[in-house]
């Protein structure tokens, strides 16, 4: 709450707000970075050696209160309600065709499906999805989302989702099948497509 507060600072400063030791601090603030919710720099200020400095990292601001999902929903429900399904459904195109002009041209340089897919997890760890892939016993391809940024966008309507698995579909071209086999919003842990080309076997 400090950091959040007051911005970066020294664990000595913050162990004298919170009436402890700067040691103290230092041993929370280790734990807290290696849960990834704060990082640490070095930095001088006038004579002596440089102060190491401790602040929030984005997961770190993510722990506090963000209303832009719930903003989201009631945008997304009151383009239904006061414009019709039609304009909603424009909407999601729109978005689709960036998405797919986006990842077409990052993927124009990749000549096979593997390394399509790696660039395509890139490209989606970027944006949020924490993506991987993977291959499994029988040589199929997995390409797996452990996370959905836009999952209460997704949950109010999956048109966002039939959009995604149809560019999935299209930029990893004609002769490759991509089925998704575990999805979020039915309660698994993660987005998981299996990718395949019908005569791999």
Same mark, same amino acid.
């Given at each position: 709450?400090? %950091?959040?507060?007051?911005? !970066?600072? +020294? ?9 402890? $030791?700067?040691? !103290? ?16 720099? &070095? ?55 960036? $998405? ?9 340089? &990749? ?5 399509? %897919?790696?660039?395509? !997890?890139?490209?989606? +760890? ?17 390409? *797996?989302?452990?996370?959905?940024? *836009?999952?209460?966008? !997704? +949950? ?10 149809? *560019? ?5 071209? &004609? ?8 999805? *979020? ?17």
């Amino acid at each position: 709450m400090l %950091l959040k507060m007051h911005g !970066a600072n +020294t664990a000595a400063v913050l162990g004298k707000k919170l009436g402890i $030791t700067g040691e !103290a601090v230092r041993q929370q603030l280790v734990r807290l970075n290696e849960e990834g919710l704060v990082a640490s720099y &070095s930095q001088s200020r006038g004579v002596g050696r440089p102060s190491q400095y401790w602040d929030l990292t984005p997961l770190g601001h993510s722990r506090f209160p963000d209303t832009h999902a719930q903003l989201t929903v009631q945008l997304l429900s009151s383009v239904r309600d006061l414009l019709g399904q039609e304009a909603l459904d424009t909407l999601i195109a729109a978005r689709e065709n960036q $998405t797919r002009e986006l990842y077409s041209a990052a993927l124009n340089q &990749s000549d096979n499906l593997s390394d399509r %897919l790696h660039r395509l !997890a890139e490209l989606r +760890t970027a944006e949020g999805y924490m993506a991987e892939v993977e291959v499994d016993k029988n040589g199929t391809f997995l390409f *797996i989302e452990n996370h959905c940024p *836009i999952c209460a966008a !997704a +949950t109010a309507c999956q048109g966002f989702c039939r959009a995604e698995l149809n *560019i999935f579909r299209e930029l990893l071209g &004609s002769d490759v099948k991509v089925e998704r086999e575990e999805y *979020i919003l039915s309660g698994d842990r993660r987005c998981t497509y299996s990718v395949q080309r019908p005569d791999a076997h």
